[in-house]
């Protein structure tokens, strides 16, 4: 715990477990770490933008429904096939850590366990239930329950997520597979893009 001048919060970060909420008077001013990455524009998006991100290529997507946001201190739009930041939204990444290197020193390729940040506030892991439970309801899969055991099973490819005993057809949506990996709290083995079943 840090006690300099008072201060007696820990030294993790306090602003990331609530940043892109309504805070209360308690909070204090704090610096905090976003994941970036660069990508490219696959339309015209605007600063602050909400994107989802495909093999490099970021597309605008409801608030919520995707990975990220496009960099908001942009001073203008990105046109098509421009480059830009991409900004992750908050407490979605698993490692997040400070990296430098030196020509003395051989890169790090893997993160320590140590570096793995802690889940989604329950706020958050709420409100991705919801949304995921309100989704699945116009989806033809099975339960959220069932959905969400076999997402935590791993239990999927690349291409389908398949249910024995169940009836599961169709595209999965976009936005799916972020909204079970916050309720989750860790990232699914894959990524299938349809239902399938043994029906």
């Known amino acids: 715990m840090s006690e300099k001048n008072g201060d007696r919060r820990s030294v993790t970060t306090d602003a990331l477990a609530t940043l892109g909420t309504i805070i209360g008077p308690g909070e204090k001013r704090d610096a905090i770490h976003l994941a970036v990455e660069p990508v490219v524009a696959g339309e015209g998006l605007a ?27 942009l001073p203008r739009r990105v046109k098509k096939g421009e480059r830009f930041w991409f900004v992750m939204y908050p407490r979605m990444v698993h490692s997040l850590r400070h990296v430098w290197t030196h020509p003395s020193f051989p ?15 329950p706020d958050v892991r709420a409100r991705a239930e919801r949304q995921l439970r309100d989704m699945i309801a116009g989806l033809d899969c099975p339960s ?30 976009p936005g799916f597979w972020e909204l079970v990996e916050i ?13 399938s079943c043994s029906c």
Do not use: C, N, W
């Not at 959220?144 to 055991?149: A, K, N, P």
């Not at 309720?183 to 239902?195: D, E, K, M, Q």
């Open 47 to 73: 600063p602050g933008d909400h994107i989802e991100v495909k093999d490099g290529v970021a597309t605008a997507v409801d608030p919520g429904q995707g990975l990220g946001i496009v960099d908001p201190f």
């Open 107 to 121: 890169d790090e390729p893997v993160a320590a366990a140590s570096d793995v940040l802690p889940g989604p506030p």
């Open 183 to 195: 309720v989750i709290g860790r990232p699914v083995a894959a990524r299938p893009t349809y239902f």
């Open 144 to 173: 959220y329950d069932v959905v969400i055991q076999k997402a935590l099973a791993g239990d999927m490819d690349d291409e389908y997520f398949h249910f024995d005993g169940y009836d599961a057809h169709g595209e999965i949506p």
